[in-house]
């Protein structure tokens, strides 16, 4: 996307204060895993073209990008927002760690959220234990409500630090040794590369937004089709937080317990389209929901 000069459009200031030209090939990738149709992406592209010139930031080009799809295909939208989706699990976090247990659970582990344990020095609270097989997983989660934040060694050198109190405890030990142990730093945004170089040389696990490139935690979401109700474009931020208050984390619920919409005091009139709306997200379609 070149002006006539041959010079970029758009240039991009990214989170870290960098800048770059605009790739559409990028939006469209994303457009594209979130099931927009050809004519709707090119719609976009064409929109973004003919209104904007010079500096935006990622969240503006995608603000652009989710108006128009909302706009033309808000199934998709629904799809294309789910990274900033996750943001609506917050301020506190606490949701956040629940839904990481919903992922967890989704795989065929059991897990748990808050777990208090004690170490050899310390009382500790573990955001999430999950077992599975002879694999017990150990998790600190780490929640941005800010998509620019990273987790940085600082958060890394501290969770390890947890972690070997733990295991420093002859009864944690105890407890672990028929377990094949893995310990994991979990986030909703991405990590520093310090973070990175640190987590390998010590061994910890790291799972964040695009980290690692495979198995990272929106494949996991999409994989799983642990979907969270904040995705849903109908509804208003409102029904969304009644929602969460009453403990409805994921799509799948409102179609296992539909009264639960009722409950949280959603207009019938839009009951049917919020169904809809969530068999689409948890890969059924349009009309059909399919347990996995």
């Known amino acids: 996307m070149r002006g006539h000069d041959g010079t970029p459009r758009i240039i991009v200031r990214k989170a870290d204060g960098s800048h770059e030209p605009f790739h559409e090939e990028k939006l469209v990738k994303s457009l594209r895993r979130a099931g927009a149709s050809d004519e709707v992406i090119q719609e976009i592209l064409t929109h973004l073209a003919a209104h904007h010139y010079g500096e935006m930031t990622s969240q503006q080009i995608y603000e652009h990008a989710f108006r128009r799809l909302k706009q033309h295909e808000p199934f998709s939208a629904a799809r294309y927002s789910l990274r900033r989706a996750l943001f609506s699990l917050g301020p506190t976090g606490f949701p956040f760690e629940d839904f990481i247990a919903e992922v967890f659970r989704a795989q065929g582990y059991v897990a748990q959220a808050g777990v208090r344990m004690q170490g050899k020095c310390l009382d500790h609270e573990i955001d999430l234990v999950a077992e599975r097989g002879n694999t ?5 989660l780490k929640f941005h409500n800010d998509p620019s934040q990273r987790t940085d060694v600082k958060v890394a050198l ?13 009864r944690t030990l105890a407890q672990a040794a028929p377990y094949l142990l893995k310990k994991m730093l979990i986030t909703n945004t991405k990590f520093t590369q310090s973070a990175i170089r640190y987590a390998s040389c010590v061994g910890l696990s790291l799972l964040g937004w695009s980290y690692p490139p495979k198995g990272n935690l929106r494949d996991l979401i999409e994989e799983t089709r642990t979907i969270p109700i904040t995705t849903l474009v109908h509804l208003t931020q409102t029904e969304k937080d009644a929602l969460l208050a009453r403990g409805v984390l994921l799509c799948r619920t409102l179609l296992e317990h539909p009264e639960t919409l009722e409950d949280a005091g959603i207009s019938k009139t839009k009951h049917d389209t919020i169904l809809d709306e969530s068999r689409y997200l948890c890969g059924g379609g349009r009309g059909v929901y399919t347990r996995w």
């Not at 017990?136 to 600190?140: I, K, P, S, T, Y």
């Not at 969770?159 to 070997?164: D, G, K, P």
């Open 158 to 170: 501290y969770v390890q630090a947890r972690f070997a109190d733990l295991e420093s405890h002859a």
């Open 136 to 140: 017990r997983v150990f998790a600190e």
